[in-house]
């Protein structure tokens, strides 16, 4: 078994159960689908594989699972997120089907922390903290909906508070240059398991290029090492991708989320 091979029966094994949704509020179980209920109205449809469904039991498996959110008023969108390695006939038909729209491919990046725990040096003026407090999340939100290109919503902070509020070990990081957040990133510890996840990289356009997003996701890293921690995994865009190559991490898989709103 190759190392590449050996990453990805980590992440299936100990990445894809209860440990993939720290946040829910709610989980039904459908067959082999985990449908989980988030604040803010959202829902997640998620698995560790769909135990050997045929095209016509996958369709089955998809209506199910949006006949369940369509039922509660509360949610307004809800992801299913797929894996390229996943044996799946027919799903991506059955979710076009049932209004579901997909979103870019992702890699999903797996290797050893210490590779992305080495020091980075800090552009002049930039220093890196935890964030806390209310006004500090809600200020790093705005920053990472402008990173995007997307209009600023109060929703992803919210979510973010109730989840501090729960101490799950989430962490939330920030840079700052001259008092200005430029960069943010989460932290994302997993309870029994080897794994922590480096999720939600997002700096200003006229920040990228000077090494900060790298300088973040090392001290990310250092924190997971220090709760005991070994292996790191994230869902990469192109853009991030070169970063966690150049510190170890490999590509094990792919993910699309597909999504549907109300």
């Not at 390229?84 to 979710?95: K, Q, R, V, Y």
């Not at 900060?212 to 001290?219: F, G, K, P, Q, V």
Request: glycine fraction near 10%.
């Amino acid at each position: 078994m190759t190392i590449t091979e050996q990453y990805l029966r980590a992440y299936d094994q100990q990445l894809r159960t209860d440990a993939e949704t720290p946040s829910a509020i709610d989980v039904t179980l459908e067959g082999p689908l985990r449908l989980v209920t988030f604040d803010g109205g959202r829902g997640f449809i998620t698995y560790q594989d769909l135990g050997g469904a045929d095209a016509g039991e996958i369709a089955v498996l998809v209506a199910t699972a949006i006949a369940h959110f369509q039922a509660d008023a509360r949610i307004t969108e809800v992801e299913w997120k797929t894996r390229g390695h996943d044996h799946a006939p027919g799903l991506h038909e059955a979710l076009l089907a049932n209004g579901f729209t997909p979103d870019e491919a992702e890699s999903i990046m797996v290797g050893p922390l210490e590779g992305l725990a080495r020091a980075v040096p800090l552009p002049d003026g930039v220093s890196l903290r935890k964030v806390f407090s209310d006004a500090d999340v809600r200020a790093m939100s705005v920053m990472a909906d402008e990173a995007f290109g997307g209009p600023a919503s109060p929703r992803q902070a919210d979510s973010l508070m109730a989840r501090l509020a729960r101490n799950d070990g989430m962490e939330l990081w920030v840079a700052e240059s001259q008092g200005q957040m430029v960069s943010a990133g989460r932290l994302e510890p997993v309870p029994n398991s080897d794994f922590a996840g480096i999720w939600g990289g997002a700096t200003l356009k006229e920040f990228r290029g000077r090494g900060i997003y790298r300088a973040l996701t090392a001290a990310r890293a250092h924190s997971a090492l220090a709760a005991g921690k070994l292996l790191a995994h994230s869902d990469s865009t192109e853009d991030s991708r070169p970063i966690l190559e150049r510190s170890g991490l490999l590509k094990v898989s792919t993910t699309t989320p597909y999504r549907w709103k109300r």
